[in-house]
């Protein structure tokens, strides 16, 4: 999902956070079928883990 490429993309901020969120959110509301729901909310828990690995210097 490119929505989903700000921590790869150099731009990692905590305030990208609530944006990952809200467009994941928005994503899933909008899927047309419930495994592509989850597979969108599931690809922002993994943006949003890399994001916050970066912040803290703990990427697995």
């Known amino acids: 999902m490119e929505k989903y ?7 990692a901020k ?3 956070v609530h944006q990952i ?3 994941a959110l928005r994503s ?3 899927a047309s079928t419930p495994n592509s729901a989850i597979d969108v909310l599931g690809d922002a828990l ?3 883990e890399r994001l916050l690995g970066l912040k803290s210097g703990r990427m697995h």
Do not use: F, H, W
Request: proline residues 5%; glycine residues 6%.
């Open 14 to 16: 905590p305030e990208n």
């Open 21 to 23: 969120v809200q467009e």
């Open 46 to 48: 993994l943006e949003l």
């Open 5 to 11: 490429l700000i921590a790869r993309s150099g731009k």
């Open 28 to 30: 899933a509301a909008t």
